[in-house]
């Protein structure tokens, strides 16, 4: 079945440093790969994704994610943080075997951001 | 801009009571989906409609769960007979199918909080 590994489940930084979020998908078809946010007590709001075309995507807020697909990895990055982003990121996939149909998620990955 | 509306928010239950949850899609989209997600883990698939015809449903949707779409627009989740498992965010989502690879953006509504007691 199609799975989602999202590597780490919190990730600490300072305001205005630099982020990675991990996730790798795994897959040997084609996938759609997607980033959604989720603030506390609230539904998911989409921040990019990945269909077709370039691989470098940019997104809301300031972040990108960059498709590679030899390393079947969806990395989330921003070049520098505010403390609004500490929320919980989630990274999606739909295609594959699964069909395009829906989503399959990861486990998330909270992002703590602090003063 | 009107999102995915879900309602209630928040319900609390008695265990062994039924409960029904709403969701009303963006207005052009043709695809209604259902997830469920518990503390500390990501949405899970549970069902989803094409219109009004419902086309794929999880294993995680016992019996005790039906969702329909009578008229291909608002849908509704009822839970029979609530057990303590049930607690979790409900959380509804539209999509609007089209050839193009645009259509497969899957939008969230806010969620519906489900507490058993």
């Known amino acids: 079945a199609q799975s989602v590994t999202q590597l780490d489940s919190q990730v600490p930084v300072f305001e205005e440093a630099p982020v990675e979020l991990r996730c790798n998908y795994s897959?040997?078809?084609?996938?759609?790969l997607f980033w959604y946010v989720q603030y506390p007590n609230q539904g998911l709001q989409l921040l990019l994704k990945?269909?077709?075309?370039?691989?470098l995507v940019k997104g809301i807020n300031g972040f990108e994610a960059e498709f590679n697909k030899s390393q079947t990895s969806f990395h989330l990055r921003k070049p520098s943080v505010h403390i609004s982003d500490t929320a919980e990121y989630f990274c999606?996939?739909?295609?594959?075997?699964?069909?395009?149909?829906?989503?399959?998620f990861g486990t998330g990955t909270r992002l703590l951001v602090s003063p | 801009d009107t999102g995915v509306s879900q309602d209630p928010r928040h319900k609390i239950t008695k265990r062994g009571q039924n409960v029904t949850f709403r969701c009303d899609p963006i207005?052009?989209?043709?695809?209604l989906y259902w997830y469920r997600q518990t503390l500390g883990q990501g949405p899970e698939f549970l069902t989803y409609?094409?219109?009004?015809?419902?086309?794929?449903k999880s294993r995680l949707l016992s019996d005790r769960f039906s969702a329909e779409r009578p008229k291909g627009s608002f849908s509704t989740l009822e839970i029979q007979r609530t057990e303590q498992g049930d607690s979790a965010m409900y959380l509804c989502?539209?999509?609007?199918?089209?050839?193009?690879?645009?259509?497969?953006?899957?939008?969230f509504g806010e969620g519906s909080w489900l507490t058993v007691v």
């Open positions: 207005s052009e989209h043709n695809r």
């Open positions: 999606a996939v739909s295609g594959g075997y699964t069909g395009f149909q829906k989503l399959v």
């Open positions: 989502a539209s999509s609007l199918r089209s050839q193009g690879t645009s259509g497969n953006t899957i939008y």
């Open positions: 409609f094409q219109n009004e015809a419902q086309l794929e």
């Open positions: 990945y269909l077709s075309g370039s691989t």
């Open positions: 897959s040997s078809v084609s996938v759609y």
